[in-house]
């Protein structure tokens, strides 16, 4: 009967899927089947965006990674019919997509739900924009971005606008940075031609297979249980220190167990210890929430759009961090957020932290766990996360865990432990500042590395090693970087154990040895170097870019003064 089912259901071209879209629909393609995802958008427990970012592409590789078994079944409730061959990536709506409505032999827009097709895709579909112009709007064109792109996406500049009109002439050193970085990317990984990048996949996705067999895939406990002895010892540690008064020492065994419990809660948001969705959830809410004062369905939220559209300065909020870092000239433009859905405005202040941000890199990271406590009460407050389905309970079991923990480390600890307000502000510093590292060891593995949109037909894997390096270090010390020196292996394999990761480390550099692409891996100190180095490269550029505001604006001037 299933068989049957699934017979009947319709084969669509590109041209009927391209309408779909056009319409508002929320179209996917996996595994050659299409998927309607408009009734899961307001479930889906990583958040509407993660989905929205692969509207009218091929996400099959993007679902492997991130989803359970269990996950990918459920999704066929939402299948509606098929594709035949190869699929060609639309560019998504959230990105600036543009998009036709479908038409019928005689011009008449069709309403599609399954209306069925065996043509090949028509070759004047909807084409990928260049990944710095976009082509000029085509009859019955209907652009899905919202007004607000227009001012800040630096891919919809003209230069032809900047040869004619001088107001455009600042861009002209942004445009000819990006067009460098392209061609130094095109020239470095493998071509985007299709049978290139078919084999890519291909040889992934065996890799993967490959690594399931093994048993990378399953869980390590006998790890896990040293991991909470480790806890259990930081936590005593902890507790006598604050009990005799020891201040510091207790502050620093207190941040030392948040960073240590970080690593733990990264693992349960991919699901990666019972691989059950509900317990692990459960077990990042305690351990982020109630032990840590962080919103793990949050950073859920914001980390699956990393994982998609990683280092993509519209789009992946894990490296928008304006006014205080730029790590891309396209920055200088004042582009638009599709996560924040805001302005990233290009302002005095940005010029001026910018400009230092070289220097100022290693402090703000010491208060950068301030920030995600305001992020989290934002996502919380604003009930960001999904309000129905099977994470709808999430959101209230996180608020218990919030005042729990202001309850315990706010009253208990600042406020009824330690009975001077210098020494409370020294606790509450010293047991922040003690977390940076972590905060150096997420952006390690992503600011060094390439910011370059190549467009719509790079694949899955190949991008991810393009954006992501690993950092290099003994075994010994891996229990101090809880998995994330292994970022390029996370990112290519999320739900894999960090445990695993460094058995997994040498099949994953045979795979890009055997695919052509550069696997990238610094020492830690190196890794520390090469982010200082793009920061201060970024400032250097941020200085070059508004001495050529300057002398646009004299021009300007003196432009104005002749003309009466």
Excluded at 223 to 228: F, K, N, P
Aim: proline share 5%.
């Amino acid at each position: 009967m299933d068989h049957s089912f699934t017979r009947s259901k319709p084969t669509f071209s590109r041209r009927q899927i391209e309408g779909l879209i056009h319409d508002g629909r929320n179209i996917i393609i996996v595994d050659g089947k299409v998927l309607k995802a408009d009734a899961w958008l307001p479930y889906h427990p990583g958040g509407d965006k993660a989905i929205k970012h692969m509207v009218g592409r091929d996400a099959t590789d993007e679902i492997n990674a991130l989803h359970s078994l269990e996950a990918k079944q459920f999704m066929r409730k939402f299948e509606i019919g098929k594709i035949e061959g190869r699929w060609s990536n639309f560019l998504p709506p959230i990105q600036g997509g543009n998009f036709r409505p479908y038409k019928d032999e005689v011009g008449h827009v069709v309403e599609q739900e399954t209306e069925s097709s065996n043509d090949e895709s028509s070759n004047d579909s909807t084409a990928p924009p260049s990944p710095i112009f976009e082509p000029a709007d085509t009859p019955y064109t209907r652009s899905r971005r919202p007004k607000a792109d227009s001012e800040s996406s630096l891919s919809s500049s003209s230069s032809v606008a900047a040869d004619q009109d001088p107001s455009f002439a600042e861009l002209s050193f942004l445009d000819t940075r990006t067009k460098q970085e392209i061609r130094l990317d095109s020239a470095k990984y493998p071509s985007l031609d299709p049978l290139v990048q078919d084999e890519v996949v291909e040889r992934y996705r065996a890799l993967y297979q490959r690594l399931w067999t093994e048993g990378l895939f399953d869980c390590n406990y006998c790890a896990y249980a040293v991991e909470c002895v480790r806890y259990t010892l930081l936590f005593i540690l902890f507790l006598t220190f604050l009990h005799y008064s020891y201040y510091i020492p207790s502050a620093i065994c207190l941040g030392l167990l948040w960073h240590q419990l970080a690593f733990t809660v990264h693992d349960a948001g991919h699901m990666g210890i019972t691989h059950h969705f509900q317990l692990d959830t459960c077990i990042g809410i305690v351990v982020a929430d109630f032990l840590g004062g962080l919103s793990v369905c949050w950073w859920k939220r914001n980390h699956n759009v990393h994982h998609i559209v990683t280092n993509s300065t519209e789009h992946d909020p894990d490296i928008q961090h304006m006014p205080f870092f730029a790590i891309s000239h396209r920055f200088f433009s004042s582009l638009r957020s599709t996560y924040y859905d805001k302005i990233m405005t290009y302002n005095s202040a940005a010029l001026v932290f910018v400009r230092a941000q070289h220097y100022l890199y290693y402090p703000l990271l010491c208060v950068g766990r301030f920030n995600l406590y305001v992020q989290s009460w934002i996502f919380l407050i604003q009930g960001q996360g999904p309000r129905k389905g099977a994470a709808r309970w999430h959101r209230w079991l996180e608020i218990a865990g919030q005042i729990f923990f202001w309850t315990w480390f706010g009253y208990g600890v600042l406020y009824r432990s330690i009975p001077t307000n210098g020494s409370r502000l020294a606790y509450l510093l010293v047991s922040h500042m003690i977390t940076a590292p972590l905060h150096v060891q997420i952006t390690l593995s992503h600011f060094a590395m390439s910011t370059t949109d190549l467009g719509v037909h790079e694949s899955f894997p190949q991008k991810m090693l393009r954006t992501t390096m690993d950092v290099a270090c003994p075994a010994w010390l891996d229990f101090v970087h809880g998995g994330l020196q292994f970022q390029a292996i996370h990112h290519l394999y999320p739900r894999m154990p960090r445990h695993n990761l460094r058995q997994a480390q040498k099949l994953v550099v045979q795979y890009c040895e055997e695919v052509g692409i550069p696997y990238a891996i610094y020492g830690f100190v190196e890794g520390n170097k090469e982010v200082i180095g793009r920061l201060s490269d970024v400032a250097k550029q941020a200085r070059i870019f508004e001495e050529c505001r300057k002398v646009v604006a004299e021009r300007g001037v003196f432009a104005d003064e002749h003309s009466h």
